[in-house]
């Protein structure tokens, strides 16, 4: 799948509005995998034109946001085949728009906190992120 065609059709930093118009449409389970993988790119930005390792995130977020993570001591996901084959169908069709939504909130909640006179910290960019998805 060709993530980098969603992220390079952004030639400018979305605005806010922008984002929230992006976010609107979407889902409940959506929006678990959006807030998921901007969390993950937080953690890990230099990794965002990674086509594979954001495909691989993207997979990692739908599982536990699918549940069909059991809580265990592993932290391992438990999932019969019927359960693959969901995550492996909503990859298929919702990966590309939610990794570019993802792409735009994770830019857009960056020049938030860049313009903030304030300290950037990962619970601020986190409030952040949950004011977006809240609407």
Not at 13 to 39: F, H, M, N, Q, T
Not at 55 to 74: E, K, L, N, P, T
Not at 99 to 117: G, I, Q
């Amino acid at each position: 799948m060709q993530l980098s065609a969603s992220f390079s059709g952004m030639n400018s930093l979305p605005s806010a509005c922008e984002v929230r118009e992006l976010i609107r449409p979407l889902d409940e389970l959506d929006r678990k995998v959006l807030g998921g993988l901007v969390a993950v790119l937080m953690v890990d930005p230099q990794r965002l034109r990674d086509q594979e390792w954001l495909a691989q995130q993207f997979v990692q977020v739908a599982i536990v946001a699918h549940g069909f993570v059991d809580g265990g001591d592993d932290g391992e996901a438990h999932a019969s085949s019927c359960d693959v084959a969901l995550v492996q169908l909503y990859a298929r069709l919702r990966m590309q728009p939610v990794v570019m939504v993802a792409m735009a909130l994770f830019v857009r909640t960056a020049e938030d906190l860049r313009l903030m006179a304030t300290q950037p910290t990962l619970s601020g960019a986190q409030a952040l992120v949950r004011s977006y998805l809240a609407g």
